[in-house]
């Protein structure tokens, strides 16, 4: 059975920094491209970024270029997001997912975990 297990979420300031990370398991770790996604309240959820199976290239979403950098650690079967220069608009729930394939059209393949709360507020 394949899991996500998201942490890493806090209340935050504008302007500050938070790291997330996504635990997998039950999967063979390096062989999917990964992303991670956000749902904000009473929004859809939508991708954030994506890393491909080696960590060799990136796709990240207009709204968090500069500021949020994806890694992996396929040793640990894990996924991170390095948020920086936070802002408001940026509070939402944060999940990861395996990808079905490389590619910007790519969907998410397995159950959600249950995300990880990131609310960024004075």
């Known amino acids: 059975q394949v899991q996500f297990v998201e942490s890493g979420g806090a209340l935050v300031q504008p302007g500050g920094s938070l790291r997330l990370a996504c635990a997998a398991s039950?999967?063979?770790?390096?062989?999917?491209?990964m992303s991670w996604y956000r749902q904000a309240p009473g929004k859809e959820r939508v991708v954030v970024v994506r890393?491909?199976?080696?960590?060799?290239?990136?796709n990240y979403a207009d709204s968090v270029k500069g500021r949020f950098t994806i890694s992996r650690d396929n040793a640990k079967n894990t996924v991170y997001l390095q948020m920086n220069s936070l802002k408001p608009e940026d509070t939402a729930v944060y999940y990861c997912?395996?990808?079905?394939?490389?590619?910007?059209?790519?969907?998410?393949?397995?159950?959600w975990g249950q995300g990880t709360l990131v609310t960024v507020s004075s």
């Open positions: 997912n395996a990808l079905t394939y490389w590619g910007p059209t790519a969907n998410a393949l397995y159950a």
């Open positions: 039950g999967l063979t770790f390096d062989s999917y491209a």
């Open positions: 890393i491909n199976r080696t960590g060799g290239s990136t």
